[in-house]
């Protein structure tokens, strides 16, 4: 059963350029959240994708945007790039039904370290 | 959204000995999980233990959520539970919150 994969490992990125992140959901979940992790903190919640919509955004600028693909699978794209931009970025998957009460546990891929020089 | 209040911040332990981490939160939560974080970063599952007392060998976790916090006892430690732990808590139709996380050395 595989769990949830991230690529690239490492990216290293100029100041002001473009970046791409990849991440397939484990087996049988349909929803993907993404996470930054600055140094020395928690991760903190950049949005949610689930049928192929952004359902929750956390407090980050219009230059970080998504999507998902139809087999689930997600693209989480900074534009712009500044140096506060390096970091850790972790995605999760969960297997979630919106609205109401929802209980769901998230399962975490190895991240992309990316650093903006 | 929610404040989650990991403490201690620091924790370091002589091999063998048992430990209490506390996650508090701000609000009424229906998710919350324990996650170990490795020296590579990946975040791997202890608990989801919203409510309730789950055991995982000598891992243990209790959630009151009605007095809003969790608690992760780890027993008899070894060199391999260094590292750091984070609680992360959702309300109801919301986002995951995670804390600042618990730095554990364990040494031999």
């Known amino acids: 059963d595989a769990g949830v994969t991230q690529s690239p490992t490492h990216l290293i990125k100029t100041r002001g350029q473009q970046v791409t992140l990849r991440c397939s959901p484990k087996s049988g979940h349909d929803t993907v959240s993404w996470y930054q992790q600055a140094l020395g903190q928690g991760p903190q919640f950049i949005f949610q994708y689930y049928e192929e919509e952004e359902r929750q955004r956390g407090n980050f600028p219009d230059r970080f945007s998504g999507h998902q693909f139809p087999n689930y699978s997600s693209e989480l794209n900074v534009n712009a790039l500044l140096l506060g931009d390096s970091a850790l970025y972790l995605c999760?998957?969960?297997?979630?039904?919106?609205?109401?009460?929802?209980?769901?546990?998230?399962?975490f891929g190895p991240g992309t370290r990316l650093t903006v020089t | 959204g929610i404040q989650v209040e990991q403490s201690p911040p620091d924790l370091i332990l002589q091999e063998g000995a048992n430990s209490t981490l506390r996650c508090n939160f701000s609000?009424?939560?229906?998710?919350l999980q324990w996650f170990h974080q490795n020296p590579w970063g990946q975040l791997i599952n202890l608990f989801y233990?919203?409510?309730g007392t789950k055991q995982n060998g000598r891992l243990s976790a209790t959630t009151v959520a009605t007095e809003r916090y969790s608690l992760l006892y780890i027993s008899s430690s070894q060199t391999t539970d260094s590292g750091v732990y984070f609680c992360a808590a959702s309300p109801p139709g919301n986002q995951f919150y995670f804390g600042t996380g618990t730095s554990l050395t364990v040494i031999p």
């Open positions: 233990i919203p409510s």
């Open positions: 609000d009424s939560v229906n998710n």
């Open positions: 999760a998957s969960s297997s979630y039904r919106w609205g109401g009460r929802s209980s769901y546990e998230q399962y």
